[in-house]
């Protein structure tokens, strides 16, 4: 398409982004993969050609929220002025996976409906959708990875001084009460060459710190040049030497593959910042093992120690989810001692939803809904208490920030610690992009408050 046709057909795509970060990183390579087809985002629901929302399966809640969006949005389509330009409405994700067919009978205005895996024909599906109801959720044998654009800064609304790049996509190991393996399929991993020159791309465009995202991040095994696999820990040298990129993360990772590799570019990378999330879900053997989790709760522990003896501050966060079925008191006092055990800089927890086509859902010892909120507060509060002591502890420190974007208050900015926590400081917004020392002189419930100095960085 030449530069001319773009400017002149310029039509804009609204994207609602539901769940986790590799939905927003689907977002932008959504958008990406859209503005060599004439169109540019916008976050005005009101001037779009194309609204779509990218959905999440994960839970009950995330699920039913895309039905009743979707009905505020017909409305919004229906209630525009006569005349108005055509407005296509677009669901994808993993709703669009796992209940495609019902969307399109339980949702009448959506015109197109499609899987993770079909976003490279995007552009294509949008086309057909302006003559007829598109439904595209099968999974392609080519690899949409290599058929998405190059991201493109410029045309992103999500990106700025970091950035996510998806690595691994998909899951074999089949949790029993979770959806990913079906809506996202197997586990794949992107190759070598085509996530370093990802990478690049985004330091050459001013990013600063990428966060590689994978379901399960740590199961990568990408070939590269000589064909030969390799995991996540040899994957973060190479990234480490790309210029410009000044920090690395990661997430999400499972307990069974933090291997010797990764634990080890831990210990000799400064730039892989020191924050894991390592999610465990119980503290008990056996929910774990009706969880098909495949380790145990000591197992879990022994990980995070050798964690720490190559990174002695490492900051560690979680997932948990409390009342999955057969969960007793007993069980849930495990979990509690667990975060105890483990002292979280924080971490995720969740009530158990039932995910129909899981194993947990066939599960007949179902824990009543009211002990499943009793169970989530006494678990919030503990891990809460835990956030509190860990940011407490950072106060009279020098961390090294990433300066990221103006604060909220005039003459204030806001940057991140290498533990992830929010710092703002009271500086010049000429600073964004740098990563200076500062001393955390304050915290607030989740946010440290810093001041910049010039002296020595310190670590927890
Ligand atoms: N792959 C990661 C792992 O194995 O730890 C987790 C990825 S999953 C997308 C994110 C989190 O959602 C899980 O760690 C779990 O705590 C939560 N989750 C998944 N299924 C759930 C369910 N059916 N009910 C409640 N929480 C759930
Ligand atoms: Fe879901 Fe993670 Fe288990 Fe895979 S490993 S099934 S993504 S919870």
């Known amino acids: 398409m030449s530069d001319a046709s773009k400017t002149t057909n310029a039509k804009k795509v609204f994207i609602k982004t539901y769940g986790c970060q590799m939905n927003v990183y689907d977002s932008d390579r959504m958008t990406d993969a859209l503005a060599d087809h004439g169109f540019s985002p916008t976050q005005d629901m009101g001037e779009a050609d194309l609204v779509l929302l990218n959905t999440c399966h994960i839970r009950e809640k995330a699920a039913e929220k895309v039905y009743s969006e979707l009905g505020r949005i017909r409305d919004f389509r229906n209630e525009r002025e006569p005349g108005a330009k055509k407005m296509l409405i677009g669901v994808a994700g993993c709703v669009a996976q796992a209940e495609g067919e019902e969307i399109m009978a339980r949702a009448p205005a959506v015109d197109l409906v499609f899987g993770p895996q079909s976003y490279h024909r995007l552009p294509e599906l949008v086309a057909r959708a302006d003559r007829e109801r598109v439904i595209d959720t099968d999974f392609p044998e080519e690899d949409k990875f290599a058929h998405l654009p190059a991201p493109k800064k410029e045309v992103t609304i999500s990106r700025g001084l970091t950035a996510f790049l998806t690595v691994q996509e998909g899951c074999d190991k089949f949790c029993s009460f979770c959806v990913v393996p079906y809506t996202r399929g197997a586990e794949v991993s992107r190759p070598v060459a085509q996530v370093i020159a990802e990478a690049r791309a985004l330091a050459d465009a001013g990013v600063r710190e990428i966060t590689l995202l994978g379901q399960n991040v740590n199961a990568y095994h990408g070939v590269d040049d000589k064909g030969r696999q390799i995991g996540l820990g040899e994957l973060c040298y190479l990234l480490a030497e790309i210029e410009g990129l000044a920090r690395i993360r990661y997430t999400t990772s499972h307990p069974r593959d933090m291997d010797d590799a990764l634990i080890a570019a831990h210990r000799d990378l400064d730039k892989l910042m020191p924050y894991l999330h390592l999610p465990v879900q119980s503290g008990s053997d056996t929910i774990l093992k009706a969880m098909n989790r495949r380790h145990t709760a000591a197992q879990y522990l022994e990980i995070i120690d050798r964690i720490k003896q190559a990174r002695p501050d490492m900051a560690l966060s979680g997932d948990f989810i409390v009342g999955f079925p057969g969960e007793t008191d007993r069980d849930f006092a495990d979990t509690l001692d667990m975060v105890k055990k483990v002292g979280y800089a924080s971490a995720f927890s969740f009530k ?104 020595k960085v310190q670590a927890v």
Do not use: W
Not at 373 to 384: F, G
Not at 429 to 442: A, F
């Open 352 to 455: 158990y939803s039932t995910r129909p086509g899981t194993p947990g859902a066939e599960m007949d010892n179902q824990v009543p809904e009211a002990v499943k909120a009793e169970r989530l507060e006494a678990l919030q509060a503990e891990i809460t208490a835990h956030q509190t002591a860990f940011n407490a502890g950072c106060v009279g420190l020098t961390l090294p920030v990433l300066l990221e974007k103006k604060g909220r208050n005039p003459g204030q900015i806001a940057g991140r610690s290498p533990y992830l926590q929010p710092v703002h400081i009271e500086a010049d917004e000429s600073l964004i992009g740098q990563i200076l020392p500062v001393e955390i002189v304050d915290r607030a419930k989740n946010s440290l408050v810093g001041t910049i100095v010039t002296s």
